[in-house]
């Protein structure tokens, strides 16, 4: 028997309850501090000298040694929760968050990409236990890697016979038609039992035995059925047995069942699909398929059998939620809504021409017969010179442009409508704006936003990329005066200036069904000049009256344009925009779409009736060559739905465009954008919290036609608006536009300028009628319509107006007419006229409006205040 000893080495039974310890591992703690605190302080002087850190040791790390990087065996499962509804509450318990929930390390991911980097980053991988070194292999194993590889070159392949394997391939293939029809036959046999077996259970045995039925259970257990008598027979085959469907409804609120009669109406269905949803009967929609949806009201009539709904057939629905659809829909048949590119849409809008002028065409690329392919006769074809489509990307690059045509862009959509769906219907699918905003009125039975938010009411992601189409191809300005008329005002004073295009929309034959915008006119709205740009009021007060004058000339407001020029001397400017700075900075990005915003384009397939703008902006600055030049531009859609969320806002560079942060008024979601890196290589990065603004630009050309043909042909412009102290515009000077072009038709001539026809708008004289005979006159330069107008009482108060504009009355609208200060009538305006003139002559001076000191009549700026008569 041994004998224990004490830690004295001595016999001892009194201390063997002592505790011991292993002195070598206490030594090699010790030494591994002692190496770790070595390691410290060489860290430390290595970063005091700026020289970058050693690799760091997991073998000494504090919690022990780690096991090396290992293959993942278990499959990582990202699609779990794909189609699914998950209610998000207001919780900070990580796992009831959205996203991906990674329990090692209690965090949750917003999306699969970045779960993937979180599963296979250094942070994971620790928590697991692990490092990131791999095991480096041996020299036998490697030796047993060189072995078997030998092997199996050594090893002659299998040589396979094709008929013998195309014999196994066809008894595969009737093996399995066998054991599908097994199974069939098994589950008919086993639903004809069970009908069997419920056949006369519940009966009362004696009426049982009236009818026929012999409810024998031991029959029934050995596989036989009821018995009928033959009187019961006979009654059965004369009685109409009408069997009811079972219909499953799929909608966003999840999978429904509903058993119908399959005479019933279509609207009997509706109705019970409306009452369990709780949503309005008249937005309802249902389809076969997950697209082409038709209205429930249009086919209301028709039974349920006769629109093809079977027993067991899924039917897709959609609805509205809180409000009543905006329009209806067309259908050819029962759930297959078509609706062609030349049809009128039920949505009461009005389209510009261009766009109804740009459906009815085809848009096709013609191609010339090839010389050196094409072997077919005159009125052949072949692949070298048949047509293009209006996307075809070879083309686009070929001739370099950019961005394919807005009509461009919806024959592609309907082209890949129809390789999905396999149908040759000419259907374009309602185009939807991007909407970035937190949907309101969910019917998730959460709080609303910001107490509560779900997958349903929650945005999605944005992604930016560069847009493939663009609403207006080109900007033609009619005529270079427009250009040198606006810039003459830095030319003169070197503040900035800006002004509203008026114009039309044509079509652009030099790009497929393309769109520009001809330019007639520039309008220059008030604004305050300051040193490092300007200041503007919108909505001015005269907006309303300068779009009304402007549509009885046939124009709209097309655009915007602005000056940004800084002189080089030498007659030369700086070039400040250009590809090492920006192109259009991220303030100027932000109020371009807010003016596209505020401009929409009106179309008949977007279900809200409009989609994008047509509205451009243009920008006046220096080239390369440092040469006055004039940049076009247009927003994204994606940067219009940003801007009208409040996601993004400019920053001090201006290159860079902002990401805002989350608050508990403004939700943002995930932004990301892509690029190319230096390998050619697709990644994607976040764009919190900015990223670069040329994701949100789209290059429009410019240019003048060679033959010029402008709209307005006065030959002496008219002083231009809202210039103090450099042009004035007042009655004296209207008077002397006139008098310039005295002929026989000067009327013709003179009333040919916007910026007249907008001061006459202003001063309120011609009531609407009288303007558009105005109007006409300046775009169609009818005779006969100028002398019906200078018999116009109209135009004879305007003659008499002018006659006296040496007097103290400048514009009407500064004559007090009263408390009531409305528009007054001719002879109102005459009586005044007729009163002032007499004071006025008598005295021969005129007040002014700012400091009332009196001047002589023959001065235009006050000699007190330095302030013109007119402002």
Request: charged letters at 25%; one cysteine or more; proline letters at 4%.
């Amino acid at each position: 028997m041994s004998q224990k000893k004490g830690v004295y080495t001595t016999q001892s039974h009194d201390t063997s309850f002592r505790r011991t310890w292993d002195k070598q591992e206490y030594e090699q703690r010790a030494r591994d501090r002692a190496r770790r605190e070595q390691q410290l302080e060489e860290e430390e002087e290595r970063k005091r000298k700026g020289l970058k850190p050693k690799p760091a040791d997991d073998a000494l790390d504090e919690e022990g040694p780690r096991d090396l990087l290992t293959a993942r065996t278990e499959k990582v499962v990202l699609d779990a929760n794909l189609n699914k509804t998950q209610v998000v509450q207001s919780t900070s318990i990580a796992s009831k968050q959205p996203g991906y929930y990674c329990k090692v390390c209690d965090c949750v991911v917003k999306d699969s990409v970045n779960y993937l980097d979180h599963i296979n980053g250094k942070k994971h991988q620790r928590a697991l236990g692990r490092t990131m070194k791999v095991e480096r292999s041996t020299l036998e194993q490697v030796q047993a890697r060189l072995a078997r590889i030998k092997k199996q070159k050594e090893e002659k392949p299998q040589e396979y016979d094709f008929e013998a394997r195309v014999e196994q391939m066809r008894q595969q293939e009737e093996e399995e038609k066998r054991k599908r029809k097994e199974k069939k036959k098994a589950k008919k046999a086993k639903e004809k039992n069970v009908a069997t077996d419920n056949e006369g259970e519940g009966l009362d045995p004696e009426m049982a035995k009236l009818m026929g039925i012999r409810n024998d259970k031991s029959l029934r257990d050995r596989g036989f059925s009821p018995v009928f008598s033959e009187e019961v027979n006979t009654v059965s085959r004369s009685t109409n047995i009408v069997n009811l469907l079972i219909v499953r409804i799929r909608s966003k609120e999840g999978t429904s069942r509903f058993e119908v009669d399959p005479n019933d109406d279509i609207m009997v269905l509706a109705e019970k699909i409306a009452n369990q949803l709780k949503i309005d009967l008249s937005t309802l929609s249902m389809s076969k398929t997950t697209q082409d949806h038709i209205q429930v009201t249009l086919v209301a009539g028709k039974s349920i059998g006769e629109l093809g709904i079977n027993h067991g057939d899924l039917i897709y629905i959609t609805f509205e939620e809180g409000a009543k659809s905006a329009g209806k829909q067309t259908a050819s048949g029962p759930f297959e809504p078509t609706r062609n590119l030349n049809s009128s849409s039920a949505l009461n809008v009005k389209q510009e021409a261009v766009d109804d002028y740009l459906e009815k065409q085809t848009g096709f690329i013609q191609r010339e017969r090839d010389p050196k392919f094409c072997k077919h006769s005159i009125h052949g074809m072949c692949d070298y010179c048949m047509p293009l489509e209006p996307y075809d990307a070879n083309y686009l690059a070929e001739n370099r442009i950019k961005h394919m045509s807005f009509h461009a862009y919806l024959r592609k959509v309907q082209k890949e409508y129809i390789k999905t769906t396999s149908t040759n219907a000419k259907f374009i699918p309602p185009l939807e704006e991007p909407d970035y905003r937190v949907k309101q009125n969910c019917l998730n039975g959460h709080a609303p936003w910001p107490e509560g938010i779900c997958t349903k009411c929650q945005p999605s992601a944005v992604t930016l990329q560069q847009q493939q189409f663009r609403m207006v191809d080109h900007v033609e300005f009619s005529t270079s005066n427009l250009i040198n008329n606006f810039i003459n005002f830095w030319r003169s004073t070197g503040y900035q200036r800006f002004g509203y295009l008026y114009g039309r929309y044509e079509s652009y034959p030099d790009v497929p069904l393309g769109i520009k915008a001809v330019v007639e006119a520039i309008y220059e709205p008030p604004q305050e000049n300051q040193e490092d740009g300007l200041s503007l009021i919108l909505p001015w007060n005269e907006e309303g009256s300068v779009d009304e004058a402007a549509a009885a000339c046939g124009l709209v407001k097309v655009g915007m344009i602005y000056t940004d020029l800084v002189d080089a001397g030498e007659g030369k400017v700086i070039c400040k925009r250009h590809i090492d700075s920006y192109f259009l900075s991220s303030q100027e990005c932000c109020f371009s779409a807010a003016m596209q915003t505020k401009n929409p384009n009106i179309t008949k397939l977007s279900a809200s009736g409009k989609f994008s703008s047509k509205f451009v902006t243009c920008v006046v600055t220096g080239n390369e060559n440092g040469e006055v030049d004039v940049h076009a531009y247009q927003v994204s859609i994606t940067c219009e739905a940003m801007v009208a969320a409040d996601i993004i806002e400019p920053s001090v560079e201006p290159n860079v465009m902002r990401v805002k942060e989350s608050t508990s008024e403004r939700y943002v979601p995930e932004v990301f954008y892509k690029y190319k890196n230096k390998y050619g290589v697709n990644v994607q990065e976040s764009a919190k919290p900015c990223f670069p603004v040329e994701y949100l630009l789209l290059n429009v050309t410019h240019g003048f036609p060679l033959n010029q043909t402008p709209l307005f042909t006065s030959p002496q412009s008219f002083p231009i608006e809202n210039r103090p102290g450099i042009e004035v515009q007042d009655f004296k000077t209207l008077k002397s536009h006139l008098d310039a072009t005295k002929s026989d038709d000067y009327l013709v001539n003179a009333l040919s300028d916007f910026h007249l026809l907008t001061y006459v708008k202003s001063t309120g004289i011609f009531d609407k009628n009288d303007f558009d005979m105005l109007a006409k006159i300046a775009v169609t330069h009818s005779e006969s319509d100028a002398a019906a107008l200078s018999e116009n009482s109209g135009w004879q108060t305007l003659l008499a107006i002018m006659q006296d504009s040496d007097n103290a009355f400048i514009r009407p609208q500064d004559i007090n007419f009263g408390a009531t200060q409305k528009i007054p009538d001719n002879a109102a305006v005459a009586d005044v006229i007729a009163e002032g003139s007499a004071s006025a002559a008598a005295v021969g001076q005129w007040s002014c409006r700012h400091c009332t000191y009196k001047n002589p009549r023959t001065v235009v700026n006050c000699e007190m205040c330095a302030l013109p008569r007119d402002l």
